[in-house]
């Protein structure tokens, strides 16, 4: 009897452990599907503002295909006239065409080939807040990488001439791998990816750069659940493109550089 009352029990603590972590996932997942709705009503918010004080004509309009077709060639161009005011090296990317360039003052100095493309819903309809968004160029608040910014190589000063020793070590960074993170304006993320998957190290090296930026932001909303917030929405583009662009990208724009995108 005392065995059967055991059981009981621990078939009623099991119910209850299943039916929590049910509820848990349920409304984990309610808040994750509200966080991209949120994210879109803040920048309809900043950038277009109340839709009620429009008249019908405007609101017309903004729902044609045509005119926000045209818009958002506009805004591309504009956001790079704005770039192109500056002294700095800047980033247009252009996924229309497949096509990322590192521009001075209007002047294409390198093209890269984008080999994959995957976008946030966000990102790639016609929405005009979207547009008006992308109509300036986003500037980058922070990047992670799997390589260093600015290589550095320590050497010991020869004490003279009889020390001196050329540089005979071989550049072991042309063949590392290449996987980094550009965080832009309004939580947007641009992640770049080595097109190469030749060797081992490589692919381990993208899998565990990319499974921790996964981890790190379900550890974020996680956070934000417990006390009730909905998670930040993070809209993203994921490119990927020969090692050697990547590469020539991450190291030549600035750490604060400039991006125009066009979707």
């Given at each position: 009897m005392e065995t059967e009352v055991k059981k009981s029990g621990l078939k009623i603590t099991f119910i209850v452990l299943i039916g929590i972590v049910l509820a848990f996932v349920i409304y984990y997942s309610i808040m994750s599907m509200l966080s991209p709705v949120r994210k879109l009503d803040e920048i309809k918010n900043e950038f277009v503002g109340n839709a009620s004080e429009k008249n019908e004509s405007e609101q017309q309009i903004l729902k044609d295909s045509t005119y926000?077709?045209?818009?958002?060639?506009?805004?591309?161009?504009?956001?790079?006239?704005?770039?192109?005011?500056?002294?700095?090296i800047y980033l247009s990317i252009n996924l229309a065409d497949s096509s990322i360039n590192i521009e001075i003052s209007g002047v294409v100095v390198h093209k890269a080939r984008i080999n994959s493309i995957n976008i946030s819903k966000i990102l790639s309809g016609s929405d005009y807040s979207?547009?008006?968004?992308?109509?300036?160029?986003?500037?980058?608040?922070?990047?992670?990488?799997?390589?260093?910014?600015?290589?550095?190589?320590?050497?010991?000063?020869?004490?003279?001439?009889?020390?001196?020793?050329?540089?005979?070590?071989?550049?072991?960074?042309?063949?590392?791998?290449?996987?980094?993170?550009?965080?832009?304006?309004?939580?947007?993320?641009?992640?770049?990816?080595?097109?190469?998957?030749?060797?081992?190290v490589d692919r381990m090296n993208q899998f565990k750069f990319d499974i921790k930026d996964r981890l790190t932001n379900t550890w974020s909303s996680l956070k934000s659940i417990a006390v009730l917030k909905v998670p930040e929405y993070h809209p993203f583009i994921r490119i990927k493109l020969p090692r050697t662009d990547a590469k020539i990208i991450y190291r030549a724009i600035p750490k604060n550089g400039q991006i125009a995108v066009f979707t």
């Open positions: 926000l077709k045209l818009l958002k060639e506009k805004a591309f161009l504009q956001s790079r006239l704005v770039m192109a005011e500056t002294d700095s979207v547009l008006s968004m992308l109509s300036t160029p986003f500037t980058i608040s922070r990047s992670i990488a799997t390589i260093k910014k600015e290589p550095v190589m320590l050497k010991m000063a020869p004490k003279d001439t009889s020390e001196y020793k050329p540089d005979i070590m071989p550049d072991t960074s042309i063949a590392e791998p290449v996987n980094y993170i550009l965080e832009v304006n309004h939580g947007i993320r641009i992640y770049v990816y080595q097109e190469e998957k030749t060797k081992f």
